[in-house]
């Protein structure tokens, strides 16, 4: 219950008494208006914090988040994932070799594979997430080094990037396209996941590329130049510094998804608030045939290794994980809701022990009047 | 346009021309604008004007009160506001984010609130500005006929003017000639000094000659003077003409401001032009005040200043060492800037950076907000119907606008008495003549004692009907003819400086200048001795009947030293005879020792009319003989000559012949009380507020006062009283009063123990006594045991030392202090206190004119301290403590996310929400609280005086309370960073897609950040109007549609580069995960919180919180009466039901019945 009243006070009472002359007569009385708002007595509601509303304020937010947070904690729990770190520092681990003798000027690929065992079978759709650690996306000279106009397909801005772009901006008197710091650290691991079949066999599991950025993005954010084609469109553009090849080729199978508008490169481009991110790579829908997406069993990823990390004591993961309404894996947030829940409602037993104890309510019964 | 009958034609133009050097004396010429001149040492002037030329200044009567015009506002303006250190900085700010390699934020993070900051302060003074031309315009385009026509502003010094009636004064000017007879002529001077009565000016006696304009082209005289100051009673000089010297006073002076009245034209040459006039000397800049809560607002910010530094330098060596052991390995992908090339640069730009972001703790718009909200509480106190008096058609104003809140730490008021306690309407009362006593009764006692008012019109067909009297033994004595009682009403007759105005025959109105004169002019004139008018030779008199005129031969003026004021008149027989009226203390000393029976018997009555509260003046004359007075006119007049020291040597002249007087009586004159006037002082002391009353009146008198406003009470236990008569003997008095205390039966105890004494004690004290208090030895123990008094009374006080005993208490008690005062003696007083209150009554506008508030009666007092001061101090503090809570609640996050992003001074939030944060998103909902709050109603706080006292003991808003509201904002803004940084950093959307992008966190901490600071305001605020409810709810609103205006695709199209969150309010705003982190967010914030305030008001209820609960409940029993039992059953159950849980029967239950009891009976009778 809350305490709580709409004020209406009757007239000024201590005023009709004496008005009664002079007011009349006077051509222009200075006397303010008669207005609740200028004389402060507009109708107001005042809340006040008694024991019958804060009490049972924390009862029901106690009682309103505890079972959030245990749907939230079952639902959390439900969501099968698997992760896999293939950086490999270890010299056991099989991109040992990739790791140390790669660098950004070898011009051949270096492979490694990864084997691992999934326990439980995933269902429905799963996601395929390629995780980095130790990388500051969200360092303020790398969030800004990007041209968003030229991103868009703005013709001037694809000659003439930003500045925010140094020192990715030109090479000679080519400008790059895409130009800036983010653009040219794209992640370019590519990663392949094959189902090892009880027989021995490897089956390729097929994996989608596309729906993997946001809807605005795709669409609105990321537009390439015009251009009769890609490579007419680029014209005149040099590739980022460590990139092998040219933004136009980034998938010459789907024209769709090359150039700025490829998918692989927008997800890079959302740059992630944290230095320990994972961004999607692949979705792996659920095919009608089979009942679940990944049977349980053993499985195969192969590298192609192509991104350094290990300069600036980087990892890098491969994450695999199903999806429920309010995402995937998330057991902190149930526990959270639960650890609050269960605070407020303990804080609403001791403040109403308190207030039983200490009760000073009959000292105010001698306010004076 | 006034008229302009003739033209004069005059060739020579007039130059004043002044020497830079500091100026002893000045001289004009008349009708020579080319007279140059200079201080008396370069006296041979003349040949050297061309030397001086270039250091002289031309003097017009052009006057500028504007500050700027139209070109030089812009430059001007804000040169004048970048003057202010804030915006100073912010400008410093702006400048360090136009360096790229620095710029954290976007340089329209800063400029936008800037701008708006500056804006509004430009507009403001701008429109003041345009007001100050218009009024500069009127008066410098007013005709005035100078013996050419010129407009105002193009007199100069040395013209000659003509003025006509009605018509203001334009320059100081020295009266020439008058059309009236003897050079007189009339003024008022309601503008200067906002004395509406009128005044009498004479010309300068000799040049009589000069009556013809023709004789005035041709004048030629010199006036040498003293330079421009701002004493508008004085004035000396001396007129060089003709080789002859003509001593100038300030009779002979018409000042800038005034009126002519009653006088068809007169002549003056202007000696003061433009800003040399008195008037303009005197509208000096008044003495900027601040309140406490202003300079600790400044020291506050300087510790936030700190504070941001702290961080900036924590941060950079975070910097520092992220760039040596992360950001240097990370140079493949991340290349340091050009310039830098070492994790130490990068460090020292880091820390700029830092600054620039961290900036908002520094709050740019709390001036601003601030300004604001005063102005609104001024506002509200000038809308005050109780606070509006009927009668005299004025309202409460709040003249200056920075000083609301101290209205509510009020400790110590300083009272006048007259005017201020009392109306200051005289009536004539009780007289004693020759020893006999007349009168009967003040207006107190008039009711129980039902005596017959006396008639006046058979006996007198001038009388006035309004006039009062009770005891017909006076007329009765007045009729027979005895010789004192008519010799007394010829003396008030005489003896005064009264004008009258006789509209038709016997309609006589008299203009004084001092309500008491005016009493005893009337009073003489019913009593058969009608003062008819007056010329300065004359005064004419209709004596029972009878007409006389008096020859006036020397008008001896009052002032606050002589403090008595005499006549000499020639009556129609020859005979000279000096009237004096005056002070007991200085009349009774200079009476003939024949006097002696009649003066004891006098005093005793003089201390009976004092012990009622009566006005008293003795009265006296002397026969003076021809050849007395030949010898006194001689040295009288060559003192009024003399050049220096003219007032001292005139006073020593007057003291000469106001020697040896006999003795007629006295009289006395009540002053009634004012409406509600001890009323209002009980409340105040029941507020813990000091009433100290500072008047000029007696002893007795003011004992008197104290009484009957309930100041000294029977109750008290000892009103002592330190009076010595002399200075001489207050040496010893002093000491043998503090020996007299310690031996008093309750001893006063030694200064240490004076915090800790019972009963309640009065001190009066009077001027003497008073200016030996006030010396450094005595001052520490006069303050301790006054303040140990319940009530202090400080009688015969001179203006000087209202201030003095005020800037005392200031210093000795660091208290806030409130001076109230009507008249021009209470204007060094209502200067020197923390907060000066005028009272427009009868003694002009001169304290208005100073003061800080005005209205018209003093029980307005209670409604301005206890109702409008307590509240805005209430609003102030919950203001300033949520202003600073919500700048660190959001800006700090910024510092958590430094530990994550490299320390690369990267915000958290989107560039547009940082510049609208505290412009759009938050800044209403808490002015609307500022401005708007209650706690408890307005009656209630007067009910209930105590409630004052948090404001006295500054409870609300001091160091620690900031404090709580910084940790407080610390406390929100960790949470706001780690909860959406724990949840979000795996969680993905619905789609796979995850949530730990940039975009998407600086929406949600955005959010959450705009919904916790509403959430905390609409705890804080206790009374929610509708405008309340509109600006939280609007603010939320707002910020949810700006938000997806900024992330909208149009935007985007247009300006790519700016609005790149396109998209990112709908894919955020979608996730069931980010509400649950912003609620879980909001919840963590706030639950604390309220669990302390719950704490807070259940354990240690303030007496605010007490009174407010009481009264909702007795309000919801008034007004919702079918609905209260259903409310206070619900209460019962709740709290009977968890009661049962744990004793059997809770208290809860009997008490609410007996309040619900108690609030019922108070609703019913």
Same mark, same amino acid.
């Given at each position: ?17 004496? /008005? ?53 904690? /079952? ?171 040219? /933004? ?100 609403? /037993? ?20 | %346009? ?53 250091? +002289? ?21 804000? =040169? ?71 407009? #105002? ?71 040498? %003077? ?14 060089? #003409? ?114 620039? +972001? ?5 709050? !740019? ?14 506002? =509200? +106190? ?182 008595? *004021? ?78 220096? %020291? ?45 009433? #100290? ?11 008197? !006062? ?34 007299? @205390? ?66 005392? $208490? ?18 060094? *007083? ?98 609307? *609280? ?34 709580? %509201? ?108 980010? #509400? @649950? ?43 919702? $009466? ?44």
């Amino acid at each position: 219950m809350m305490a709580s009243s709409y004020n209406a006070k009757d007239e000024d009472g201590h005023h009709s008494g004496s /008005v009664s002359h002079g007011g009349a007569g006077t051509a222009k009385s200075k006397k303010p208006d008669n207005t609740a708002f200028k004389q402060q007595r507009l109708p107001a509601w005042q809340p006040i914090l008694t024991a019958g509303t804060v009490l049972p304020a924390f009862f029901v937010i106690g009682l309103i988040f505890i079972p959030i947070g245990i749907g939230l904690y /079952v639902t959390s729990n439900n969501i099968k994932e698997f992760e896999i770190d293939y950086t490999g520092v270890n010299v056991d681990s099989p991109c040992y070799t990739c790791a140390n003798n790669f660098s950004w000027n070898s011009t051949t690929s270096c492979s490694c594979t990864v084997n691992f065992t999934l326990e439980q079978p995933f269902e429905n759709n799963v996601y395929m997430y390629y995780g980095l650690s130790n990388f500051y996306q969200n360092h303020r000279r790398y969030v800004k080094s990007r041209d968003d106009r030229q991103l868009n397909g703005d013709a001037t801005a694809l000659k003439d990037p930003s500045n925010d772009c140094e020192p990715y901006r030109k090479i000679g008197v080519e400008t790059i396209a895409p130009c800036g710091a983010i653009a040219n650290s794209l992640f370019n691991d590519s990663l392949e996941l094959y189902y090892v079949e009880p027989s021995g066999a490897l089956n390729a599991v097929p994996l989608a590329k596309k729906g993997i950025a946001w809807w605005t993005d795709r669409n609105v954010k990321f537009r390439n130049p015009a251009g009769v084609d890609l490579p007419t469109a680029f014209k005149g553009t040099a590739k980022p510094v460590n990139w092998r090849k040219p /933004v136009y080729e980034l998938d010459p199978s789907d024209p769709d998804n090359n150039g700025f508008i490829n998918e692989d490169f927008i997800v890079w481009m959302r740059t992630a608030a944290l230095p320990t991110f994972r961004k999607l790579y692949r979705i792996i829908h659920k095919n009608q045939s089979s009942t679940s997406t990944l049977p349980s069993g053993r499985y195969v990823l192969n590298i192609t290794y192509n991104y350094p990390v290990l300069s600036f004591d980087g990892r890098k993961r491969m994450i695999l994980s199903t999806i429920s309404w309010m995402g995937g894996k998330n057991p902190f947030l149930g526990i959270a809701y639960i650890t609050v829940g269960s605070i407020c409602f303990f804080l609403g /037993v001791v403040l109403l022990i308190i207030h039983h104890k200490y009760d000073t309510r009959s000292n105010s019964a001698d306010i004076p009047n | %346009c006034d008229p302009v009958y003739f033209t004069f034609v005059c060739t020579s133009f007039i130059h004043l021309w002044l020497c830079v050097s500091a100026e002893e004396e000045r001289k004009v010429k008349a009708n020579d604008r080319d007279y140059v001149c200079v201080p008396k040492s370069h006296f041979c002037c003349i040949p050297m004007n061309f030397i001086f030329f270039s250091l +002289i200044l031309v003097q017009s009567n052009c006057i500028m009160t504007s500050k700027y015009n139209m070109l030089t506002f812009l430059p001007v303006n804000l =040169f004048e506001q970048f003057q202010e250190v804030a915006n100073t900085y912010f400008l410093f700010l702006l400048i360090l984010q136009l360096i790229p390699q620095i710029s954290s934020l976007s340089w329209f993070t800063t400029i936008v609130p800037l701008a708006l900051v500056l804006s509004i302060t430009a507009v403001k003074d701008a429109t003041d500005d345009y007001f100050r031309h218009r009024s500069d315009n009127q008066v410098n385009n007013h005709q005035s006929q100078v013996l050419i026509r010129e407009r #105002w502003m193009n007199v100069r010094v040395g013209d000659i003017i003509k003025l006509e009636n009605n018509q203001s004064v334009v320059a100081d000017l020295l009266l020439l000639s008058s059309s009236e007879p003897h050079g007189l002529c009339y003024i008022e001077t309601a503008e200067l000094d906002g004395e509406t009565n009128v005044k009498v000016r004479q010309s300068v006696s000799v040049p009589a000659e000069l009556g013809d304009p023709n004789n005035l082209a041709t004048f030629n005289g010199e006036v040498v %003077c003293e330079p421009p100051n701002n004493k508008l009673d004085r004035f000396c000089g001396t007129l060089y #003409w003709r080789d002859k010297k003509y001593p100038l006073t300030n009779q002979n002076m018409l000042l800038r401001g005034c009126v002519l009245r009653n006088t068809e034209a007169c002549y003056g040459l202007v000696i003061f032009a433009g800003p040399d006039t008195k008037l303009m000397q005197n509208s000096g800049r008044t003495k900027f005040k601040r309140t406490s809560i202003d300079r600790l607002m400044n020291t506050l910010v300087l510790w936030i200043f700190g504070f941001l530094v702290c961080m900036g330098v924590i941060l950079a060596v975070g910097n520092a060492v992220w760039e040596k052991e992360v950001g240097s390995l990370f140079q493949s992908y991340l290349p340091w800037d050009p310039p830098v090339d070492n994790f130490l640069f990068s460090a020292f730009l880091s820390f700029w950076s830092y600054v620039i +972001i961290l900036n908002t703790v520094v709050p !740019i718009s709390l001036y601003v907000s601030v300004e604001v909200i005063r102005l609104g509480h001024s506002y =509200f +106190i000038n809308w005050d119907r109780q606070m509006f008096c009927s009668q005299c058609n004025t309202a409460a104003e709040a003249r200056t606008t920075t000083l609301n809140e101290e209205l509510g730490q009020v400790e110590y008021v300083f009272s006048d008495k007259t005017g201020t306690l009392t109306q200051n309407i005289m009536s004539f009362n009780k007289c004693s003549i020759n020893g006999q006593a007349y009168g009967k009764g003040t207006s107190r006692e008039k009711n129980t004692e039902r005596s017959k008012r006396l008639d006046f019109t058979p006996f007198n067909p001038l009388a006035n009907p309004d006039f009062c009297f009770y005891d017909e033994k006076l007329l009765e004595s007045v009729k027979v003819g005895d010789w004192h009682s008519h010799e007394y009403f010829r003396l008030l007759s005489l003896c005064h400086t009264v004008m009258s105005e006789e509209k038709s025959e016997g309609e006589l109105v008299y203009k004084a200048q001092s309500p008491d004169e005016g009493a005893l002019v009337k009073a003489a004139r019913n009593f058969g001795f009608v003062f008819r008018s007056r010329t300065p030779g004359t005064i004419t008199t209709t004596e029972l009947g009878r007409t006389v005129t008096y020859s006036l031969l020397a008008i001896l003026d009052f002032n606050n030293i002589r403090k008595r *004021m005499s006549v000499i008149v020639r009556n129609p027989a020859g005979r000279i005879r000096l009237y004096c009226k005056g002070a007991d203390t200085v009349l009774l000393e200079r009476l003939h020792p024949c006097n002696q029976e009649l003066m004891t018997i006098t005093s005793d009555h003089l201390n009976e009319y004092a012990a009622d509260g009566l006005r008293t003046l003795a009265l006296a004359y002397r026969d003076v003989s021809e050849e007395e007075w030949e010898v006194w006119s001689e040295s009288h007049r060559s003192a009024d000559k003399a050049v220096d %020291c003219r007032e001292d040597r005139l006073a020593a002249a007057y003291d000469k012949i106001e020697q040896d007087m006999m003795l007629l009586g006295a009289t006395a004159i009540e002053d009634k009380l004012q409406e509600g006037v001890s009323e209002t002082i009980a409340l105040l002391s029941l507020a813990n507020i000091k009433v #100290w009353v500072l008047t000029g009146d007696k002893q007795e008198t003011a004992v008197n !006062i104290g009484y009957s406003c309930k100041m000294l009470t029977d109750d008290m236990m000892e009103v002592f009283t330190i009076s010595g008569r002399t200075v001489q003997r207050q040496e010893g008095d002093g000491v043998a009063g503090d020996d007299q @205390l310690q031996g008093s039966p309750c001893p006063l105890p030694p200064t240490y123990l004076m915090d800790n004494i019972s009963g309640e004690f009065g001190l009066i004290i009077n001027g003497h006594s008073l200016a030996h208090a006030l010396e450094a030895d005595m001052e520490v123990e006069f303050v301790s045991t006054a303040c140990a008094c319940k009530a202090v009374i400080c009688c015969r006080v001179t203006p000087l030392q209202k201030a003095q005993v005020v800037e005392l $208490i200031k210093k000795h008690k660091k208290a806030v202090t409130l001076a109230i005062g009507d008249g021009a003696n209470d204007v060094s *007083m209502i200067k020197s206190a923390h907060i000066g209150v005028g009272i427009s009554g009868q003694e002009g506008i001169q304290a208005v004119l100073a003061s800080d508030y005005s209205f018209a009666q003093f029980r307005f007092l209670q409604r301005l301290l206890l109702v409008h001061g307590r509240w805005s101090y209430l609003r102030m503090c919950r203001f300033l403590c949520y202003f600073f809570y919500k700048n660190f609640a959001f800006t700090m996050v910024h510092f958590w996310f430094g530990f994550f992003c490299g320390f690369s001074a990267q915000t958290v939030y989107d560039q547009f929400f940082i510049t609208l944060y505290n412009i759009v998103y938050t800044s209403l909902p808490v002015l609307a *609280m500022g401005i708007f709050d209650q706690d408890v109603p307005d009656h209630r706080s007067l009910e209930c005086p105590k409630l004052y006292e948090p404001g006295q003991l500054n409870l609300l808003f001091n160091k620690k309370e900031f404090f709580i %509201c910084i940790a407080q904002g610390i406390y929100t803004s960790v949470v706001l960073f780690f909860m959406p940084y724990a949840v979000l950093s795996n969680a993905t959307q619905s789609t796979g897609v995850p949530l730990a992008d940039y975009q998407t966190f600086a929406a949600t901490t955005a959010t959450a950040l705009v919904i916790v600071v509403s959430v905390q305001i609409a705890l804080d605020t206790g009374f929610w109007t509708v405008i309340n409810h509109v600006f939280v709810w609007g603010s939320l609103g707002l910020y949810f549609t700006i938000m997806l205006a900024l992330h909208s695709q149009t935007l985007f199209r247009i300006f790519p580069k700016q609005f790149h969150f396109v998209g990112c309010a709908q894919s955020t705003l979608l996730q069931p995960v980010v #509400w @649950l982190t912003i609620a879980l967010a909001t919840a963590i914030c706030i639950v604390p919180v309220l669990a302390f305030r719950f704490l807070k008001l259940d354990l240690k209820p303030q007496l605010s919180d007490t009174v407010r609960t009481h009264l909702c409940v007795s309000v919801a029993i008034t007004t919702v $009466i079918p609905r209260y039992f259903a409310v206070c059953l619900s209460i019962h159950d709740f709290a009977d039901f968890f009661g049962a849980l744990f004793k059997g029967n809770s208290p809860i239950r009997s008490i609410f019945l007996c309040e619900i009891l108690r609030n019922s009976c108070f609703f019913f009778s």
